[in-house]
Each structure stands twice: as C-alpha cells, then as structure tokens.
C-alpha cells in the first residue's frame, strides 16, 4: 500500500472514529454538559481544522469553545470531515513531500534550536495521531462518568468492514 493510500484510510478511519465518540456522548445528558469532554472535542477538531486551512493556503478562524453548542460542535467536526475528505482527493504522493509552515511551530520549538517544516505527509500524519490522542482522552472522561466508551482502534475499524461513519445521533440533531 502506497503511502497516500494508507493517509487516505487514516482518515476514513479518523471519521468513522469521531462519529462513534460523538454517538457516545450524546447518549448520556451528563456527558454533553460536561465541560472536560466538551473542551478536548473542541480543541481536537480546531485543530483538525487549522491543518486543513493550512493545507489550503486559507485564514485561520479560531472559534472558542463557547461558540458552540454541543451539537453545533459535532456539526462543525462532521463538516470538517466533508471538507478534507475533498481535499484528501486532490493530492498526488509526489504532494505529499511539499513543505507545509506551520505558523504556531515557533511557540513550541526550544530557543537555539535548529526549526525544520514538516512536509504534507508528515501533517497529514500528525492530524490523524493528535485526533487519536484526544479521542482516547474523551474515552477516559466517558469511562469516569459513567458512559461505555466506543472501540475506536484502527484494527477494530478494518475487523469491522472499514464502515462508513454514523453521524446521526442518537438526539435528532440530524448531522449526517
């Protein structure tokens, strides 16, 4: 499997992922109330985003947390998914080399250190693992609060059929 191909599934994997941890808290009124959930789903698909911007040459838009009610928050996260999958499309494995500035790099890099730029893979990759980072956390705040927490593994998405995302919910916000 070529390397774009395997970023590709990532990301299909990455969508059905994050459909099945909203599905999840929305099942219990507790967990969209509940403040920790709501600011690691908003920093994950801010981020998600501010890549996707990134890759497209486009201004940043930051939306703080309170911008958004828990459904227009899985709304948001939903549309991402509509916009990179587009994106994903017009990428070549030769595109896959060019160098992508990342403008918040500099607040992380330690002084007298040498800076490189990522390329394109290497942030399509990062998008993919810092998602993964932060739906493992909501998983845990699931668990702590009462709520089973979904399978989310990569291998359990290839056990199951490489499925399509389920994005509506169980309260009729009707994101799909």
């Known amino acids: 499997m070529e390397a774009l191909e395997l970023l ?21 009124p507790a967990t969209t109330d509940d403040s920790v959930i ?6 994950m698909h801010l981020v998600q985003r501010a890549f996707l911007l990134i890759w497209r040459g ?38 896959l080399d060019a160098e992508v500035h990342l403008p918040w790099a500099s607040h992380f890099t330690p002084t007298n250190t040498t800076f490189h730029n990522p390329s394109m893979g290497e942030t399509l990759m990062q998008v993919t693992a810092h998602s993964t980072y932060h739906r493992g956390q909501v998983n845990a705040r699931l668990r702590e609060i009462g709520v089973e927490p979904p399978l989310t593994d990569f291998i ?10 389920a994005w509506t919910l169980q309260t009729g916000s009707g994101l799909a």
């Open 8 to 28: 590709r599934e990532l990301f299909h994997h990455m969508d059905w992922a994050d459909a099945l941890v909203w599905r999840a808290v929305f099942s219990a």
């Open 156 to 165: 359990a998405w290839v056990w199951y059929g490489k499925p399509a995302p």
């Open 58 to 95: 486009e201004p940043m838009e930051i939306k703080g947390t309170d911008s958004f009610a828990p459904d227009q928050l899985a709304r948001w996260g939903r549309e991402y998914h509509r916009d990179v999958a587009s994106f994903l499309v017009s990428l070549t494995p030769a595109s």
């Open 38 to 43: 709501r600011h690691r789903l908003h920093h």
